[in-house]
């Protein structure tokens, strides 16, 4: 499908000036973004509570969503258990919260209960929902359970010894975030509500972080690939425009995201990852025009060059971007929360990838090669014209 009469060229070129100077604002914005107001991390990132729980009735994922918003959680992330009908692992940002000296009134109400018995070590879960001791000698867990109480703790369950014989360990569960969660869903589906929690477990902000650095990790080392895909399956002088246009999509990407306060997670991570790919599917296909006509144009400024590659590769961008763009839409209209989120980077990374493969790439490419490989071609002529002189 031709939309551009064969032959016409534009000046895209005319207007690079401009257009890299708008972006390096988008840029520098994007990039104060992150400092204000600041990513909104999602749960991955932060760290929250998890619980997975089995339904007595039907209900699909977005009504349960749809309920947990209800209840005023926010953001919460709900995932299918695969071949388990009606079980799911909800992931909400909440996370049980005891009092700053809850370690001191525990450890003196059973120094009160148990008489000389020491308290070797005495740990509260960072989460809330968990506290675990070790005693100097064997104790009756009823014992244990009066001196948690009577600090202020509520008990789920009983309190259990665990570990060898000569250890005299014990822990219990207290009541928290998931016991709350899973007495509203029973106040509001009524029979279909959840059975008890199958497990519980609390995601901490270290391990979010750990998250956040492995995701950053992914993202640099698949720049550095295609910067090395390119130099080797086209010529060095590519691979920067190629790489600055990526890096430019994915931060004007992140800078609206941040902007706008959508929930920056794994998925994102995700969406960027596949931006990058599509930004340098369609970089690679100008680049592969300009090679082309590098060929059949000699003479011609690597200027012109571009003009005349992106003027004939045109249509071929306006049918590709637009039929993937459109593709996109509908999951933004009509998708969860999840999937909305990641149409929306698609869509902004997409149309940023456009954009940045001709007043991006192209004008970083020939600014390149004006100033590196220009002048190393004029090195040569000059030797070999040294050469021809001496010769005669």
């Known amino acids: 499908m031709e939309f551009i009469k064969p032959g016409r060229v534009f000046d895209f070129m005319r207007y690079r000036t401009a257009a890299v100077a708008t972006s390096s604002i988008l840029v520098l914005l994007s990039v104060l973004s992150l400092f204000w107001p600041g990513p909104n991390f999602g749960i991955d990132f932060t760290g929250g509570t998890e619980v997975q729980l089995r339904f007595r009735g039907d209900i699909s994922t977005a009504e349960l969503r749809e309920t947990l918003e209800g209840l005023e959680y926010q953001s919460p992330d709900v995932i299918a258990v695969q071949g388990a009908a009606n079980e799911y692992i909800v992931r909400v940002r909440e996370v049980s919260t005891l009092p700053a000296d809850i370690d001191e009134r525990i450890r003196t109400e059973l120094g009160n209960t148990l008489g000389d018995t020491e308290v070797i070590a005495l740990r509260v879960s960072p989460g809330g929902d968990k506290v675990s001791v070790r005693l100097g000698a064997s104790a009756e867990p009823a014992q244990i359970r009066t001196a948690l109480e009577a600090s202020g703790v509520s008990l789920r369950g009983d309190v259990v010894r665990f570990g060898p014989e000569s250890d005299f360990r014990y822990e219990a569960n207290l009541v928290g975030v998931a016991d709350r969660l899973v007495s509203q869903l029973e106040e509001q589906l009524g029979e279909r509500g959840p059975e008890e929690p199958l497990r519980i477990e609390w995601v901490g902000p270290r391990a979010g972080e750990q998250l956040r650095n492995s995701a950053l990790k992914a993202l640099l ?172």
């Open 221 to 392: 080392y698949a720049i550095a690939f295609i910067m090395v895909y390119v130099a080797f399956r086209f010529d060095l002088r590519f691979a920067p425009g190629g790489i600055i246009a990526l890096i430019h999509d994915a931060v004007i990407t992140v800078g609206v995201f941040v902007l706008v306060q959508r929930e920056f997670n794994l998925t994102t991570i995700a969406s960027l990852l596949t931006i990058i790919g599509y930004s340098i599917n369609d970089t690679i296909v100008i680049y592969d025009r300009i090679r082309e006509n590098t060929a059949r144009h000699r003479g011609k400024s690597m200027a012109e060059l571009i003009n005349i590659s992106t003027s004939e590769m045109l249509s071929r961008t306006i049918v590709t971007s637009g039929v993937t763009l459109l593709a996109i839409v509908p999951f933004f209209i009509w998708g969860t929360q999840v999937i909305q989120d990641i149409a929306f980077a698609l869509f902004i990374g997409f149309l940023a990838g456009v954009y940045s493969t001709i007043y991006i790439a192209a004008p970083v490419t020939e600014w390149f090669d004006k100033v590196v490989f220009a002048k190393a071609r004029e090195r040569a002529l000059a030797a070999a014209r040294g050469r021809a002189a001496a010769g005669t």
